[in-house]
């Protein structure tokens, strides 16, 4: 007995953990600036950590209440219905529930290149197909329509994603519409806003007024400090109506999470420094990195430093953890989150010694 055929498939290759560092390495992970998966410097939102270990006490029952609330809450936020907020354990789960209520097998999806892993896994995973748009860095990355256009063909979803990572280039509303009204009637778009505290952009949930085709994925990881929780959701069209009720993994958020997230909505005064600290660590990374940068709208920046695998481990022998960018296709780059002040400089002065000497 065997697990059906996964050569098609592939495990997500996450940003190396600190433990697994300083073991390898022979390091405390307390020495070690872990630089390499876009996760909040400042920790999670105090008060997002409060309600956490309030809510331990009642987690022998289902979140069944918890749940309804943090929808209504997200709901309210956002001006939708909570019938449109598809809460999940994470963003990632949210993506596998878009798989679950679109894909029928042998359908096609259109993903960005370079771009997130996990869209493709989990369309493959629901038996779909997947298919590429470019971002070229001759054009500096920029997320032309004619780019997606050009390259649609008719696929189930088309998955845009602004701030882009790992190249920090970003899609405006105009040419999200371009995308939206030069695509197929039953095709959806998806706009990933992972990172989309980061930017003075508008969000682009104010697009879904009126349309059936065009969603939104948030999530807590990244600017509220929540990824080790798992907490993340997609606004869909409020013509699904509660299709989420079909596709929903029982109580998919964990008590814990629902409380932290709930709290961290309420803590603006943490997401701004959170922003604060990555605008200014950005600024920070294109003035003194001695290598070429992009400009970047999210907590990271991706970096030019000729073979990125080799950087990477120079740095992180030096305890500056970053993430090689092979698995982006972009083996000549690094993406490096933002960190603290602190972090950041030390990145800084580490990566430019590296870069020094490594052979490119
Ligand atoms: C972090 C991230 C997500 C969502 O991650 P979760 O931790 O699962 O919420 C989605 N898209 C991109 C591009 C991301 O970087």
Redesign the pocket.
């Known amino acids: 007995m065997r697990p059906r055929d996964l050569s098609a498939h592939t495990p997500y290759a996450a940003g190396r953990g600190i433990e697994e560092v300083a073991r390898e390495v022979g390091m405390d992970p307390d020495d070690l600036v872990k630089l390499s998966s ?1 996760e909040n410097p400042l920790g999670p939102s105090p008060k997002a950590a409060e309600a956490a270990r309030a809510a331990v006490d009642g987690v022998n029952t289902y979140p069944k209440a918890a749940h309804a609330d943090l929808r209504e809450k997200l709901a309210a936020r956002w001006g939708l219905t909570a019938d449109q907020v598809w809460l999940a354990n ?4 949210a993506l596998d529930y878009l798989s679950r209520a679109l894909l029928e097998p042998g359908d096609e999806v259109l993903v960005p290149d370079p771009g ?1 892993a ?1 869209y493709g896994m989990s369309v493959r995973y629901h038996h779909g197909r997947v298919n590429t748009y470019p971002l070229h860095k001759s054009e500096e990355f920029a997320q032309r329509p004619a780019n997606v256009l050009d390259a649609y063909d008719g696929e189930r979803i088309v998955y845009l ?1 602004t701030p882009h ?1 790992p190249t920090g280039s970003e899609m405006g509303h105009d040419a999200i519409l371009e995308v939206a009204d030069g695509v197929d009637d039953d095709t959806f778009v998806l706009v ?1 806003e ?2 989309g505290a980061y930017t003075d952009q508008p969000s682009a949930v104010s697009l879904m007024d009126g349309r059936d085709d065009v969603g939104v ?1 948030r ?4 600017s509220y400090g929540l ?1 080790g929780l ?3 959701y997609i606004l869909a069209p409020e013509a699904w109506a509660d299709a989420y009720d079909y596709v929903n993994t029982p109580f998919a958020v964990n008590t814990l999470a629902l409380a932290a997230a709930s709290a961290a909505l309420d803590d603006e005064a943490f997401v701004e420094r959170s922003v604060e600290t990555a605008a200014w660590a950005r600024e920070y990374l294109y003035e003194n990195l001695a290598a070429k940068t992009w400009e970047s709208a999210g907590n990271y920046v991706l970096a030019e430093v000729g073979d990125g695998a080799a950087i990477q481990r120079a740095a992180q022998e030096r305890g500056v953890i970053v993430r090689d960018c092979a698995s982006f296709g972009l083996p000549e780059c690094i993406r490096i989150t933002t960190g603290t002040k602190e972090e950041t400089r030390r990145a800084v002065e580490v990566l430019n010694e590296v870069v020094a000497t490594v052979e490119r």
């Open positions: 876009n994470g963003g990632d789960g997130f996990y994603i990572s990933d992972a990172y994925l999530t807590f990881s990244k990824a798992r907490v993340g």
